[in-house]
């Protein structure tokens, strides 16, 4: 598998339009964002669009005078690359330890303890 690159949370915000609607022009994407948060400007997201090209997170073709994106990482890899690393920096790696963590300090509802239930037994 090729190495996931670091994006940042902003970039994340980029990447999920970009993974919902793949491909998607750049248009697009800062109409999408501006929708959830009007403070988002079109140079701001251009500026991210650049460095997740950059970072090889994302690929794009030209149709006339609009770019075009599409994600060159998935966003599985990346949700798994930012976990682990999570885990590792914030756990010391132990799953266990962090999911005692959230169970001992999220107020866990009866449906999400039985779903926990249900995967722990599987």
């Not at 403070?39 to 251009?46: G, Q, R, S, Y």
């Not at 990346?78 to 920096?89: G, I, K, P």
């Not at 330890?97 to 009866?110: C, D, G, W, Y």
């Amino acid at each position: 598998m090729a190495t996931i690159p670091r994006i940042s949370e902003t970039e994340w915000e980029i990447m999920r339009v970009v993974w919902a609607r793949n491909p998607v022009t750049a248009a697009e994407i800062i109409d999408e964002l501006s929708k959830s948060d009007p403070t988002w400007h079109p140079v701001t997201a251009k500026t991210l669009l650049n460095r997740l090209v950059k970072k090889g997170a994302l690929g794009y073709d030209l149709d006339g005078r609009a770019y075009v994106y599409r994600a060159l990482v998935r966003e599985r890899d990346c949700v798994n690359a930012v976990s682990s690393s999570f885990l590792d920096r914030v756990f010391g790696g132990s799953l266990s330890t962090m999911v005692a963590h959230f169970v001992e300090n999220r107020k866990l509802s009866p449906k999400q303890v039985k779903e926990l239930r249900k995967m722990l037994d599987e």
